[in-house]
């Protein structure tokens, strides 16, 4: 492909890492072609350098007050003049709340070919996405024509950065009229320090915490791996947590390095939202227990005596 654009994504001030898995993505489809991304939003014009550093020779900064939070008209409205503007043959965005939100509607307004929720890339390229909840893995690939891409968080490594590359940052005027709706304020209900899609380790309860106070074990020894704290939907539907925390078919999809269910039985809707993870460790007191098929390792016990012996032990590293 002669041009790749990435749609990279800010969050809280910070560029997520997604975008920079992005930027490895639309390398390899580029080829030896052009890499360029764009920012988004008030004060997103400082990542450009992280974005250079990771292969992208331009980035567009389009810079306009509307984009300060997301909404569906002002995105998807400066996405689609961004595309006629670059003219890129491929866009790839992060599988993420606002990707799966914006992508399709660029898609559809600009008659592009979408391939959703991409957790690999082989030659061709052809595209690895998992389906049916995760049992098994579709291979797509374009005929032909301009194509958009989401990826799924954590799956496509991101590449080192190499600070002798720089981009050359370009500011985009984005035309953006008629908006449905604004965002007048962000209530975040998600408790944790670290963002749960995107979380390398995830300590997860289920509704064999108990209670919200179950959680507290859970929470300890995520503050002691820098983890994030997710939940099954059972824990939710008990009030034990909030439904951000919820993971699963109706939740979140997450692929950390090391998932770590706690007092979750493993119903194939929670599955779905993990079964991709890299290493799963299962704390269950029923040894039958569902989730013990999927998990790398399996601890028959009860979660609020072995979730403190493993605290006191990685303390001890
Ligand atoms: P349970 O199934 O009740 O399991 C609790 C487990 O805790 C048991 O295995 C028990 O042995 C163990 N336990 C109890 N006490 C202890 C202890 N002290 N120490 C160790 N282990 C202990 N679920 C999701 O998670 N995510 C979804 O997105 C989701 N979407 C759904 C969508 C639909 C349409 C439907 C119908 C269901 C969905 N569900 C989802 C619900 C799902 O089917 C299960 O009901 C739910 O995952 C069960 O949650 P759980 O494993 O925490 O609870």
Do not use: W
């Not at 890339?121 to 989401?150: H, S």
């Amino acid at each position: 492909m002669k041009k790749v654009l990435v749609i990279a994504e800010v969050r809280d001030g910070q560029l997520r890492n997604v975008s920079l898995e992005a930027l490895a993505a639309a390398g390899t489809l580029a080829a030896g072609g052009e890499v360029v991304a764009a920012l988004l939003g008030p004060d997103t014009g400082k990542h450009a350098e992280a974005l250079g550093h990771h292969g992208a020779g331009t980035v567009y900064v389009a810079d306009h007050a509307d984009l300060a939070q997301y909404t569906p008209d002002a995105y998807a409205q400066t996405i689609k003049q961004l595309i006629e503007f670059v003219n890129p043959d491929a866009v790839v965005l992060g599988h993420t709340a606002i990707g799966r939100d914006v992508a399709p509607r660029v898609a559809a307004r600009l008659g592009l070919g979408l391939i959703s929720d991409v957790t690999g890339l082989e030659d061709g390229p052809v595209f690895v996405r998992p389906i049916y909840a995760g049992k098994a893995f579709q291979k797509r690939r374009f005929q032909d024509g301009k194509i958009m891409v989401t990826i799924r968080p954590n799956n496509i490594a991101a590449g080192s950065a190499d600070t002798a590359k720089t981009a050359t940052v370009v500011p985009f005027e984005a035309e953006i009229k008629d908006l449905r709706s604004i965002v007048r304020e962000v209530v975040r209900k998600t408790s944790g320090k670290v963002d749960l899609s995107e979380a390398k380790v995830i300590i997860a309860g289920g509704r064999g915490v108990k209670s919200a106070e179950g959680f507290q074990p859970l929470n300890e020894l995520a503050e002691v791996l820098g983890a994030a704290v997710g939940a099954s939907r059972g824990a939710c539907d008990a009030d034990y947590c909030d439904y951000s925390m919820q993971i699963g078919q109706t939740g979140k999809v997450v692929t950390p390095d090391l998932y770590i269910a706690c007092g979750i039985s493993g119903a194939i809707q929670h599955l779905a939202g993990m079964s991709n993870s890299k290493v799963i460790v299962a704390i269950n007191k029923d040894p039958e227990a569902p989730i013990f098929q999927v998990a790398d390792y399996g601890i028959v016990g009860d979660l609020f005596e072995v979730v403190p012996l493993l605290t006191a032990e990685f303390k001890k590293v």
